[in-house]
């Protein structure tokens, strides 16, 4: 009986530190070296990345991931897409924090993740609300496009086919050519790339991708020590770019285990992450060129 009580003991207090985890996001700080000619006028430059939220809240109206984003003193907001769920018409969750963010006088830059393109494929209708509204509240969204930030920093925004989303290892994979088909030639330095999927890490870095953001792995669901990220969403096991930060063919990819759940409502030892991302100039990073997070 004594081992009974102690493996209830021990599962009760699984769930209570998983609930705890699922509902406090943690604030992760990364700094990383941004070639090439660009100026804030303060020596670096500072976003946000705010991926994967799914229509989930942290405090009544999201107050608490709001708080959070607003003491990081962002210069930008990036949003590599999935604020929210399918074809679901009611967003006001993800309307509720883009209102917020888009009050504090910054860029707020998105692009589509797979739900973005679900829904439009669903309700088109619909998502064009949802997109005039967006447009409304000054919110930059990238279907396969740019924007140039007075610093000389040029955000991409990549759209993914929902072919590139298939489960268990069906997905269709990106080459250069699909990219520069729907993007142009990569043509302008430095840049950041919003890519929902980070699974097509190489083609990006082929068509000449500075630096990477991407989302939609949820950290791997659930995380292991050593062995990373169990499962994506795609089904497929230990997944290569899972979260954080990876180095590979001559660019930079930073992975965000995002903000929210879907599908499976759960995520284990690993906590929603917002995304603290300082880019310095060669110069104040002693010209190592080396990515590092602090």
Not at 61 to 68: G, I, M, S, T
Not at 82 to 108: C, E
């Amino acid at each position: 009986m004594i081992y009974i009580g102690i493996c209830i003991g021990i599962a009760v207090l699984f769930f209570l530190y998983c609930y705890w985890e699922n509902h406090r996001p943690e604030v992760k700080q990364v700094s990383i070296t941004l070639p090439g000619q660009w100026n804030t006028g303060k020596g670096n430059f500072c976003a946000v990345i705010a991926g994967d939220l799914h229509n989930n809240q942290y405090g009544k109206n999201n107050e608490k991931l709001v708080n959070a984003i607003k003491s990081c003193h962002p210069d930008a907001i990036l949003i590599p897409g999935d604020l929210n769920v399918n074809a679901r018409t009611d967003n006001h969750v993800a309307l509720d924090f883009l209102k917020q963010i888009s009050a504090m006088d910054i860029p707020v830059i998105m692009s589509y993740g797979n739900h973005e393109s679900k829904f439009l494929r669903d309700n088109a209708a619909a998502f064009g609300e949802y997109m005039d509204t967006l447009k409304r509240m000054n919110i930059t969204v990238l279907d396969n496009g740019f924007v140039d930030l007075p610093c000389g920093i040029r955000i991409w925004g990549l759209t993914f086919p929902l072919d590139c989303y298939r489960k268990f290892g069906r997905e269709k994979h990106l080459t250069r050519g699909d990219m520069e088909a729907v993007l142009g030639t990569c043509d302008k330095k430095p840049g950041i790339l919003l890519a929902h999927n980070p699974a097509d890490f190489k083609a990006c870095a082929e068509w000449g991708a500075d630096f990477v953001v991407s989302g939609h792995m949820h950290g791997g669901i659930v995380r292991l020590p050593r062995l990373g990220g169990v499962i994506s969403p795609q089904w497929v096991f230990f997944p290569k770019y899972d979260a954080g930060l990876f180095e590979e063919y001559g660019a930079k990819l930073y992975v965000t285990r995002g903000l929210g759940t879907h599908t499976l409502p759960v995520r284990v030892f690993n906590r929603p992450e917002l995304t603290k991302l300082t880019f310095l100039t060669e110069d104040n990073d002693g010209n190592t060129g080396k990515a590092g997070s602090v």
